[in-house]
């Protein structure tokens, strides 16, 4: 077996003609080892097999997203939950494992720099774990190039108007009111946005959409009598 020492003094071609046609076998055996580790808590052991399991297999993007998912979700949330040190360690920890993940995944789109999965998992990562709306965007609009998905479209737009900044506001604007044109996408998330932008950017009155519903509070119900 080559350790992990080994492997860090070969280059990932060596390593990989290290072991000629045993590469997807290997592969396979280390991926699982890994599961094995994870079962046990031990997160460098999991980081570890898993870079071996990527080098192996760089262009299988399942491996390189369940390494990322490793890091970004189950480490960095059994540290944010470790009662076991303070709160300072427990976030610092949590942060760069949650980086971790990100670096795994553009290491991934390196090899396969079309592959929807990664980059989808990427944009769910900046969204959701490290708070980076911007990258977020970024990572939601290569999706949408990718697939012709208008959905990601809006994700990207929803993204945007999380960020404080005025110029990427109004490419939130520009996506969202394109997919707005598109009556079958006025879901109730998009119409809040753009109604949103719409302040921000100080539409004007006869560019902007209408309410999504009307105001009542100073209309006459009228109310029929019972019976």
Do not use: C
Request: aromatic share 12%.
């Amino acid at each position: 077996p080559l350790s992990l020492s080994l492997r860090e003094n070969l280059s990932q071609m060596g390593f990989a003609a290290s072991l000629g046609g045993l590469r997807s076998l290997v592969a396979t055996i280390t991926y699982l080892r890994a599961y094995r580790e994870w079962e046990n808590v031990n997160w460098a052991k999991v980081d570890g097999l898993l870079q071996l399991t990527t080098s192996l297999q760089p262009m299988y993007s399942n491996y390189w997203d369940e390494a990322s998912w490793h890091m970004a979700y189950n480490a960095a949330s059994y540290y944010e939950n470790d009662e076991k040190v303070n709160a300072f360690v427990r976030e610092k920890l949590a942060k760069e494992h949650v980086q971790r993940g990100i670096a795994i995944l553009l290491e991934g789109l390196r090899y396969l720099p079309d592959d929807v999965r990664l980059w989808n998992s990427l944009a769910e990562i900046y969204e959701r774990r490290s708070k980076e709306p911007r990258q977020a965007a970024v990572a939601y609009l290569q999706v949408y190039r990718l697939t012709g998905n208008n959905r990601y479209a809006r994700f990207a737009a929803y993204q945007y108007v999380q960020t404080t900044d005025p110029e990427l506001w109004k490419k939130a604007y520009e996506l969202l009111r394109a997919a707005y044109e598109k009556k079958s996408q006025r879901t109730p998330s998009l119409i809040e946005n753009l109604k949103t932008l719409e302040e921000r950017l100080n539409i004007p009155l006869m560019k902007r959409i209408p309410d999504p519903r009307p105001k009542i509070e100073n209309a006459t119900i009228e109310v029929k009598p019972g019976r």
